[in-house]
């Protein structure tokens, strides 16, 4: 499966930004999908990860009660609705798939779309 990731851009503190994830090659819906997210001189780091029926959803403690995950599976497509943003959200955020499982960690994600860059300034 490929998965494209868009939506990011340059806001300021406090603003809201929509992640979007779009798959292609394979319905996604069986996968559980996540977003990481990896800022300058920093490790990639988990912020939220969704079951494949959405049944299941898990956050950073950084991001709770700011950031919502949600997925379209007739769409092929995941969010990341981003609320209150912080200077300490820039990062390049990368949307990722897990077969078996939630991709809760870097090392258990079986497919990794290309990054968004979002800044958030001060």
């Known amino acids: 499966v490929q998965l494209q990731a868009f939506g990011g851009g340059l806001v300021q503190a406090g603003a809201s930004l929509r992640l979007s994830c779009a798959a292609s090659g394979r319905t996604i819906s069986r996968y559980a999908m996540g977003w990481f997210r990896q800022a300058p001189g920093k490790e990639r780091e988990f912020v939220a990860t969704?079951?494949?029926?959405?049944?299941?959803?898990r956050y950073a403690d950084s991001v709770k009660g700011r950031f919502t995950i949600s997925r379209d599976n007739g769409m092929n497509t995941v969010y990341l609705q981003m609320n209150g943003l912080k200077p300490e959200d820039t990062a390049v955020y990368y949307c990722a798939a897990r077969i078996l499982g939630l991709p809760l960690s870097v090392e258990g994600c079986d497919y990794w779309g290309q990054g968004t860059l979002v800044t958030v300034s001060s």
């Open positions: 969704i079951s494949s029926s959405g049944g299941t959803i």
